[in-house]
C-alpha cells in the first residue's frame, strides 16, 4: 500500500473526491465510465464556469525574496505529484512568495453544520493543498468558494485532515484496482441527491440481495418516473432530417415537416426513405441520441449511435456467462417464465371466460418450464406456450374488430399474412430497438445473447430480454389499437402472400405503442409507480448487474 504508485495507479483529486463522498459513485463514474446529470452537477458545472474558462501556470515559489512579493491569482491549474500518484485541476491559487491558498468553487450555500462543509469537499481541498505543498508550496489552509451565497469558508489543513485524505486516497487506489462495484450506500440520503442513483440503483440492489430496506414499498425510486424525451419518429417517405441550431428539423421538399429541440428526442427512428445530414448526425453521435435505422415495413435495419460506453468490464460479464451453460439455462428460464407469465395474464384479463382451456392449457406448460434441463427443452416448452396462447388471441379482439377485417387465427411471420400479425411484428420489431437501445445504455452487445444464439444480423441479447415484454407492451397495444379503432382495415393492403401496413396504420400503431411505452405501472418487484419504458430499461440495467455479481439473480418482469 505505501509502494510508490504506479502510473497506472494515478488517481486525479475528483476519484478522491468522488469516493469521499461514496466509493460505488468513483467506482460507476471512473471504472465503469457511467455519467447522468440531475440538478446538482447543472448547477456545479454552471458555478465552474468562470474558473475553467482558460488554463494557467503557477509562478514559482519564491521564499526569501527581497520585499513583498506580488500576490498573483491563477485560475485553472493542473498539478500532479508522482509521489503522491495524484493529478488534478485546481479552479483556483492564490500564492504570494511561496504561500499558496487553494480556492474551490462550490454550488449553493454552505451547509449548516458547524464546520460549514462536508467532508468529501475538504478531502478535495486538502489534497490540492497536498499538491501544491509537492510542488514546493506551503500551504497550511485553503478555501471553499460557495457561489450561490458568495461566501468563502476556510479550512485548516490539520494533522488530522491530512491522514484522513492520505488515507483515503490509499484505500481509493486499492478500490480502483478491483473491477466490480463496491455494494451501494444502505438507505443514506447521499442517494437522494446522487447524479448516478438511477443508474446504481442503491435500494433495489440492497433489496435483491436481501440488504435493507426489508419491503418493496419501503424503496426510494431516484430516477425519473418517465422520460421527458421521447423518440422522434420521421415516417414521411423522401423526409430529410437536418441540424438546426441545437436541435433538429425535418422537411420534404419544400415542406416543413416539424422542428425539435434535442433535449425533447431520446432516439430518432427514421422509417424507410428518410435520410438525415452528416451535421445532424453528428450532433446525435455527439449527445449519445441513438438514430434507429427501420425499413417502412418495421424491419430494424440497426443504430447509429456515439461512441457509447467504454468500459469492457460489462461486455466480458456478459461473455462469460454465455459461456456459463447453468447461467444461461437460469436466466432463460426466468425470461421464458415470465414470458408465458405475462401471455396468460394478459389472456385472463381480456378474454375473461373464453379461453379456460388455454388458461389451463399455459399453467400446466408453466410448470415444465422450470423443470426444463438444458435450453433446447426450453425452446420446446416456449413453443408449446406460444401456440397455446396464439389459439386463444383472438378471444382477446372485441366482435366489432373480429367482424371488420381483423380476424386472426395463426401467428405467422416473415411475411405477416394478415393485418393483425402485420402489427404483431411491426410491434415486435419496434420492442427489439428499443431493448437494443437499453443494453447499448448499458454497455452489453446485443448481439451476443444466453437464451438466442447468436445468428448473423439477429440481435440476441436484445430478443432475450424482450420476451418478458412482448406480451405486456407489444401485444396489449395491439389488442387497443385493434379494439379501440385506432386501426382500419382498409390501412392494409396485401392479402395471404404477404400483408403491407399502410402508412396510416403505422402511425396510428406508433401511437399505440409509445402509449403504452409511456403509461404508469406499480413496479411489480419494488412496488413504486414508473412508466413500462422506465421497467424496461431497469431490466436491461438489472440484467448487467446481475451479469456483473451485483445483485444474486436476474427475475423477469410479471404482472399479476
Ligand atoms: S446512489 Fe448512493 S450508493 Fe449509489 S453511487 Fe450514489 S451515493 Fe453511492
Known amino acids: 500500500m505505501n509502494a510508490k504508485p504506479t502510473e497506472d495507479d494515478y488517481l486525479t483529486i475528483d476519484h478522491l473526491h468522488q469516493y469521499a463522498y461514496c466509493p460505488r459513485r468513483m467506482h460507476l463514474m471512473y471504472m465503469d465510465g457511467r455519467w447522468d446529470d440531475n440538478l446538482y452537477t447543472d448547477e456545479g458545472r454552471a458555478a465552474h464556469r468562470r474558473t475553467d474558462a482558460a488554463d494557467a501556470v503557477l509562478p514559482e515559489p519564491t521564499p526569501g525574496a527581497d520585499g513583498d512579493p506580488p500576490p498573483t491569482v491563477a485560475r485553472s491549474v493542473s498539478l500532479s505529484s508522482p509521489v503522491l500518484g495524484l493529478s488534478g485541476k485546481l479552479d483556483l ?21 458547524p464546520l460549514q462543509s462536508y467532508e468529501p469537499e475538504r478531502v478535495q481541498l486538502m489534497a490540492q493543498g497536498l ?34 485524505t492520505r488515507h483515503l486516497l ?20 447521499k442517494c437522494n441527491g446522487c447524479s448516478l442513483a438511477g443508474i446504481c440503483l442503491p435500494d433495489e ?13 419501503d424503496l426510494r425510486r431516484l430516477y425519473p418516473a418517465r422520460d421527458d424525451a421521447l423518440p422522434l419518429y420521421v415516417q414521411e417517405q423522401g423526409a430529410r432530417v437536418r441540424k438546426e441550431g441545437e436541435g433538429l428539423a425535418a422537411a420534404k421538399g419544400e415542406q416543413n415537416l416539424g422542428r425539435f429541440l434535442l433535449k425533447d428526442v431520446s432516439q430518432a427512428v427514421l422509417c424507410g426513405n428518410v435520410s438525415i445530414t452528416p451535421q445532424a448526425l453528428h450532433l446525435l453521435c455527439e449527445r449519445g441520441v441513438p438514430v434507429v435505422h427501420l425499413s417502412m415495413g418495421g424491419w430494424f435495419y ?74 433446447e427443452a426450453l425452446l420446446g416448452v416456449e413453443g408449446a406456450l406460444a401456440a397455446a396462447y396464439f389459439a386463444h388471441w383472438s378471444t382477446m379482439v372485441r366482435e366489432s374488430a373480429l367482424a371488420s377485417g381483423f380476424a386472426f387465427s395463426e401467428r405467422n411471420r416473415r411475411p405477416p399474412r394478415d393485418p393483425v400479425n402485420a402489427l404483431l411484428s411491426f410491434g415486435y420489431a419496434l420492442l427489439a430497438k428499443e431493448c437494443m437501445v437499453a443494453l447499448l445504455a448499458e454497455g452489453l452487445d446485443p448481439w451476443w445473447g444466453l437464451y438466442h444464439q447468436p445468428r448473423h444480423g439477429r440481435p440476441a441479447l436484445a430478443l432475450d430480454l424482450m420476451e418478458e415484454f412482448r406480451p405486456l407492451v407489444v401485444d396489449s397495444a395491439v389488442l387497443t389499437a385493434l379494439n379501440t379503432g385506432m386501426v382500419q382495415a382498409d390501412q392494409f393492403a396485401g392479402g395471404r402472400a404477404g400483408c403491407l401496413m399502410k402508412p396510416a396504420a403505422r402511425k396510428a400503431f406508433i401511437q399505440a405503442y409509445e402509449l403504452r411505452l409511456d403509461q404508469f405501472v406499480t413496479h411489480p418487484r419494488f412496488d413504486y409507480r414508473c412508466s413500462w419504458r422506465a421497467v424496461i430499461r431497469l431490466q436491461a440495467r438489472l440484467l448487467t448487474k446481475w451479469l456483473r455479481g451485483d445483485v444474486p439473480e436476474y427475475v423477469g418482469i410479471t404482472t399479476r
Open 302 to 375: 440497426g443504430l447509429t449511435m456515439g461512441h457509447g460506453l467504454r468500459n469492457a468490464y460489462d461486455r466480458a460479464a456478459q461473455f462469460r456467462a454465455a459461456s456459463d451453460p447453468g447461467r444461461c439455462l437460469a436466466f432463460a428460464r426466468a425470461v421464458v417464465g415470465a414470458k408465458g407469465h405475462n401471455q396468460r395474464t394478459l389472456l385472463r384479463r381480456n378474454a375473461g371466460g373464453a379461453a379456460e382451456a388455454g388458461l389451463d392449457a399455459l399453467a400446466r406448460l408453466l410448470d415444465r418450464v422450470e423443470r426444463a434441463e438444458a435450453l
Open 93 to 113: 491559487v492564490e500564492t504570494e512568495g511561496a504561500e499558496a491558498l487553494p480556492v474551490d468553487t462550490k454550488r449553493g450555500a454552505p451547509p449548516d453544520n
Open 170 to 189: 490509499a484505500e481509493a487506489r486499492a478500490a480502483a484496482r478491483r473491477p466490480d462495484p463496491p455494494p451501494p450506500l444502505e438507505e443514506s440520503p
Open 205 to 217: 440492489v440492497n433489496y435483491l440481495n436481501a440488504r435493507r430496506p426489508a419491503q418493496p414499498g
Open 131 to 164: 499538491l501544491l505543498r509537492e510542488h514546493g508550496f506551503s500551504c497550511g489552509r485553503g478555501m471553499l468558494y460557495f457561489a450561490a451565497a458568495r461566501r468563502r469558508v476556510e479550512v485548516v489543513f490539520t494533522a488530522e485532515l491530512e491522514a484522513r
